[in-house]
């Protein structure tokens, strides 16, 4: 069983749901996911912070939070004052104004807020009613309670609970007969009050959306956020994958009699496959208010069904409506659903991610502390899939400590002051992670006033230096300056994977906290490419513009039984294709990764289509094959016949002219390549490949501008050459179960 507890993640109100899979024993908690909710002010008073109490956790357990909100950072707690059961406190909070009022507030709602305006959560400049909050920890609270935070007097109190669940992910590892690990998501209502008034405790209506397919691209905190429609292209929740809502309409409400609180108390979604064993799940929880009846003796919700405008409910119910105190006895009405209001104004949302190969991580900020007073111990390096070792440069106040092998920050600060430090983390797998950070601690009796913080960063670690982080006024201007290490060159400014300036020294306004990242490139030589059309209104051409020289990029593909592609190619793979750039060419490699329980039998080959320069004369065709297949209608029949004394003998090469071919050739020497001349540019191509690409095809017919030279691993026809007998011919490609087959071809271009 994977133990997930030192993951990346941060989990908010598990719930592990173990009795739904065929094998609940070797199921764990994933504590490897993270979470960020939207939630509405649904108070009636302006705000000023918000509150997330964690019971029967520690400090040290909370990793990630979200600090760009209207509060910023917010400060941790941990309350030990029963031993047993120690509890941490979360805390946004407004700072106050010289003349003591509060400097930050969220606004009463002048109306209610569609779920399409989610992305308005996150954005600061607008205070429209709602906020945007988030955490994570490493361990399973006992309990896990929300609050608005308003004015009581100069000191901020709770401002009532707020209903919004979280999802626990539960993973299931490969097992055998299952070698396909999986992931499940469950989430519960919020706990009633202690003790309950009734049986039941609040009611909400949930609304589950996932991804309908899963890519490995890791996710961080501030993405899990709702789609801004203005801004398609911004990262959010749903991670470039496209998205279905699977439960429309659920009530979850938890009974305090029945057995594990009922069967409201959960909404388990059906396990989701991992077939790559490092996809990256993500869900949205969408949850509004239920304004139908209730049951008199119970407060159960009667309305558990939705009707087809979205707010009536469905179909009749029966239930105590009132108390006779004449008869001592309970009154009972039946009541047509579709004629009563059971969906009230939506309240908030919950975006949901797990990642059961995370690399290392680190926390954006580590907050604030004052002079003698305790640090709450904070781990600032989040612990992924691996272990990790961290370093920090820099100076920390006087009576605190960086452990370096746990990455926790504490003690307690015997100096006063503004402290900037850098942690380094490494796993030995991904790439490392760095970031700086601004720690201020307040002096005796005084309060720290607004500010927002900015933090630098360089992208990749080594690829240069940053300035400008800090603690800064808020409204005032900062500048953060890039300088390139030798051999890089500066590219952009991003905050939060969104470009927002290509100047190195870029001047922004501080009126939120920001996190920049500089990123750098590699000073590469850089190559013009220019694409034409031959004759001119014969077609169009894309692709001009400046590459860098020894430029890549990978395309793959994932086919799983859900994919199109899976009914004509049943096998559960990755397959992957990179092309390499370079001075003098082009490298095209393939990989095959088998995720099946069965061997996958395959081949690959690429069509390169030449065009004849100068006349067929001047093009001359050189291939180190010996044999060429035999062919029936042009399809492989699995004899072979020599090419010494034929037509087809191309080994010393062999001019166009008046040669008209379409021929599969076999047995290309290992280590020798094939050539194609183009005597009227004094230029040839190479193709050379690795050795599992045995066979080849040159295709040049009449009447065409062009000749086409392909390398391929295995002929046409080849299933039934090897059913036939014929195998050493066909060759093959197998991938056995959990292994990868790779290869590659080269075309280089020479002068002659």
């Known amino acids: 069983m994977k133990n997930l507890f030192n993951s990346k993640w941060c989990i908010l109100g598990t719930f592990c749901v173990l009795s739904l899979w065929p094998q609940p024993v070797r199921a764990s908690i994933a504590y490897g996911s993270v979470n960020n909710f939207d939630t509405v002010n649904d108070t009636g008073s302006e705000c000023h912070g918000f509150e997330i109490e964690l019971d029967d956790c520690h400090s040290t357990d909370v990793t990630y939070t979200y600090n760009y909100n209207h509060y910023g950072v917010p400060n941790i707690s941990e309350d030990n004052s029963v031993p047993a059961h120690p509890k941490v406190v979360i805390r946004w909070e407004s700072k106050k104004n010289p003349d003591g009022t509060w400097a930050a507030y969220t606004a009463i709602p002048a109306g209610p807020i569609p779920p399409t305006q989610g992305h308005q959560f996150t954005n600061p400049a607008v205070n429209f009613g709602g906020e945007h909050f988030g955490c994570g920890y490493s361990v399973q609270p006992s309990a896990v309670l929300y609050n608005w935070l308003l004015d009581g007097g100069g000191v901020l109190v709770h401002g009532g609970a ?295 960063a360089e992208s990749p670690i080594g690829s240069g230096t940053t300035t400008g982080d800090g603690s800064y006024d808020i409204g005032a201007n900062a500048t953060a300056t890039a300088t390139p290490a030798p051999g890089f060159t500066f590219l952009n400014w991003t905050d939060n994977s969104v470009v927002v300036s290509s100047d190195p020294n870029y001047t922004l306004a501080m009126n939120v906290n920001h996190s920049l990242v500089a990123n750098f490139v590699p000073a590469v030589v850089q190559w013009n490419i220019t694409t034409s059309a031959t004759p001119v209104d014969g077609g169009t051409t894309t692709g001009d513009g400046l590459a860098n020289d020894g430029s890549s990029v990978t395309s793959t593909i994932d086919i799983t039984p859900e994919h199109p592609v899976y ?129 080849m095809i040159v295709y040049a017919p009449e009447g065409q501008p062009f000749v086409c030279v392909e390398n391929l691993t295995t002929c046409p026809n080849a299933p039934n050459l090897v059913s036939a007998g014929k195998g050493d011919v066909a060759n093959m490609l197998i991938a056995a179960p959990g292994t990868t087959v790779e290869g590659w071809i080269q075309y280089t271009i020479k002068s002659v």
Request: glycine fraction near 10%; include cysteine.
């Open 162 to 456: 707020v209903q919004v669940a979280t999802p626990t992910f539960t993973y299931f590892p490969p097992v055998v007969g299952n070698p396909v690990p999986a992931v499940q998501a469950a989430i519960v209502p919020p706990p009633p009050p202690v003790p309950p008034p009734l049986e039941f405790g609040k009611a909400i209506w949930v609304k589950e959306i996932k991804t309908v397919s899963h890519n490995n691209k890791e996710v961080k905190l501030r993405e899990l956020v709702s789609a801004d429609p203005d801004h398609p292209e911004r990262k959010n929740w749903k991670n470039g994958e496209p998205d279905e809502v699977e439960v429309e309409w659920r009530i979850l409400q938890k009974s305090s009699v029945q057995p594990a609180g009922g069967a409201k108390n959960q909404l388990v979604a059906a396990a989701e496959n991992l077939p790559g064993r490092d996809e990256v799940i993500t869900r949205r929880y969408e949850f509004y208010k239920y304004v139908g009846p209730l049951d008199a003796e119970t407060g159960e919700a009667m309305g558990d069904f939705v009707g087809p405008d979205g707010l009536h409910g469905s179909g009749s119910v029966t239930y105590a409506d009132h108390f006779d105190l004449g008869t001592y006895e309970w009154v009972t009405v039946t009541t047509d659903m579709a004629t009563v209001l059971v969906v009230g104004d939506f309240t908030g949302s919950q975006m949901a991610a797990v990642d059961v190969a995370a690399p290392v991580g680190l926390i954006d900020h580590c907050g604030d502390g004052r002079i003698d007073t305790p640090f709450a111990a904070r781990t600032v390096v989040v612990e992924g899939s691996r272990p990790f070792t961290a370093v920090r440069t820099g100076d920390l106040p006087q009576g605190m400590n960086f452990n370096e092998v746990t990455g926790v920050l504490d003690g307690t600060p015997i100096a006063s002051g503004t402290f900037t430090f850098k942690i380094t983390a490494s796993d030995g797998l991904n790439p490392d992670v760095a970031k700086n950070y601004t720690l201020t601690i307040a002096a005796a009796g005084a309060d720290l006033p607004p500010a927002s913080l900015l933090d630098t």
């Open 567 to 695: 009914e004509g190619f049943p096998f559960q793979c990755r397959f992957s294709v990179t092309h390499a750039l370079a001075e003098d060419g082009l490298k095209v490699s393939f990989k095959l990764e088998n995720r099946d329980t069965r061997n996958i039998p395959f081949g690959y080959g690429i069509h390169t289509y030449w065009r004849i320069q100068g006349g067929r004369d001047e093009m001359i065709v050189r291939l180190p094959t010996d044999y060429i297949l035999d062919l029936e209608n042009l399809v492989p029949t699995g004899g072979v016949t020599p090419v010494e004394g034929t037509a087809l003998d191309l080994r010393k090469g062999k001019s166009l002219d008046g040669f008209y071919i379409d021929n599969a050739f076999w047995k290309r020497n290992p280590g020798d390549s094939a050539e194609l001349t183009m005597q009227a540019l004094d230029k040839a191509v190479t193709f050379t490949a690795s050795d599992n690409f045995p066979h």
